[in-house]
């Protein structure tokens, strides 16, 4: 049986961590798309990587996969994905995920707290009168 310990050590394993510099570079070079997984509260309270996509972990699998009504244009298995959320658990394993369904270029931006620290841009969300 593995345990939450196992899969994070797996998934830490399987899929690089990368620094605000090199998010930037394989944003600004190589096309990545950054997907943020947290759930939407998170965003709306602390904001969110200016041109990031959001996709809840929860929903994660529906829009990675072309073959589903709920397919995000902006997941495509040739183009580098990065994932973050709050502190790096869940994108780890989003990312192992990811590469089970076929995506070969997954990275780990980790924390969105670790892009917050490392100087990065926030975008704020507006209202949007919902």
Excluded at 103 to 130: I, S
């Amino acid at each position: 049986m593995k345990t939450v310990k196992d899969m994070l050590a797996a998934a830490n394993a399987s899929v690089p961590r990368l620094s605000r510099a090199q998010v930037e570079d394989m944003i600004a070079n190589h096309g990545a798309v950054v997907v943020d997984v947290r759930d939407a509260p998170e965003l709306e309270q602390n904001g969110k990587i200016p041109g990031s996509v959001h996709i809840p972990r929860g929903m994660l699998e529906f829009r990675a996969d072309s073959d589903t009504p709920y397919h995000n244009p902006a997941m495509q298995k040739d183009r580098p994905v990065i994932l973050h959320c709050a502190s790096g658990g869940r994108s780890a394993l989003a990312g192992k995920l990811l590469q089970e369904m076929g995506y070969e270029r997954v990275f780990n931006l980790g924390g969105f707290k670790d892009w917050v620290e490392a100087g990065g841009p926030v975008e704020k969300l507006t209202d949007q009168g919902m």
